[in-house]
């Protein structure tokens, strides 16, 4: 009898034991839960905020122009360009990755003119290259006979997808310097290449390029400066589209991510001609 009592009671302080540790555990991670949170509202505050002081600055400031200074308000429209642009761009992001968190996110499935949809991500960054002075240089190829362009996919997350790389290209590249996007669609897979030839990401770096809200201390930081959010949506989104992402970088010559992504079986939605216009 005295041995069951002693064995009982071991067993309770067992589970007590193992009951403390996992409260611990639980306590730990909503401590480290609130702390992201409390940057990431922070940081993407500051990166919401900024832009809007900026354009309503000015945008004053161009109300104020008198006619002998016109040439100034194509100079301050240009600036006006660059914020609005980059907060719609910080906007899909954070969308993007609450829809994520949520459990939101479903493949929809378009037949895509993959050539135009990509030509149409070049052009709407074409501004933010020419203040570096930087080259784009695209290749396309396909292996249909017809040359058929349209791939079976989601033209909105390839959009985020590539808008991310070739943000974070122009980003990290020198000035004066080149970005080749490269996209080949064999079979039934479409890769796309984003190649920069800037610094390169360390070897620290790499191990946490895809962790949301970690901060690089060089080379990729990111379409949010370091939050590590732009690169893990992309991440999240190939998962979600069945494809994976690969990337080869070299300290001082610069990095090449690598997107593959496979032709979605399903019904088709309709035709997405720039990957914004859906037609049924």
């Known amino acids: 009898m005295a041995e069951k009592k002693q064995k009982d009671c071991y067993v309770s302080c067992e589970e007590m ?10 306590n730990q991670r909503l401590v480290n839960a609130e702390q992201i949170k409390s940057n990431f509202i922070s ?11 900026s354009i309503l600055g000015l945008s004053k400031n161009i109300l104020e122009v008198k006619k002998e200074d016109w040439k100034k308000v194509i100079t301050m429209v240009a600036m006006i360009h660059s914020e609005a642009f980059n907060l719609d761009f910080q906007l899909k992001n954070i ?6 968190e949520a459990g939101e996110v479903l ?29 784009l240089q695209y290749k396309f190829s ?8 349209y791939f079976q996919c989601d033209s909105e997350k390839i959009r985020l997808i590539l808008s991310n790389l070739l943000s974070n290209a ?21 890769i796309c290449s984003v190649q920069d030839f800037g610094e390169g990401i360390s070897r620290e770096n790499q191990q946490i390029i895809y962790n949301r809200f970690n901060r690089s201390d060089s080379g990729i930081e990111t379409t949010f400066r370091g939050h590590g959010l732009g690169l893990s949506i992309n991440k999240a989104m190939i998962e979600i589209l069945h494809g994976k992402i690969e990337f080869k970088t070299s300290t001082g010559n610069g990095t090449k991510f690598t997107v593959s992504l496979p032709k979605l079986e399903g019904e088709s939605e309709g035709i997405t001609l720039d990957g914004n216009e859906l037609l049924f």
């Open 142 to 149: 396909t292996t249909d006979k017809n040359r058929q362009y």
């Open 95 to 100: 969308f993007a990755a609450a829809r994520i």
């Open 17 to 26: 034991r193992k009951l403390n540790e996992n409260l611990i555990s639980l």
């Open 107 to 135: 493949p929809e499935i378009s037949n895509i003119d993959i050539k135009g949809l990509i030509l149409d991500i070049i052009d709407s960054f074409k501004y933010e290259a020419h203040k570096k002075t930087i080259r």
């Open 43 to 53: 940081n993407i505050s500051n990166e919401i905020l900024n832009p809007f002081t």
């Open 170 to 190: 122009i980003k990290f590249s020198k000035d004066k310097g080149a970005i080749i996007i490269n996209t080949r669609i064999k079979n039934d897979e479409m």
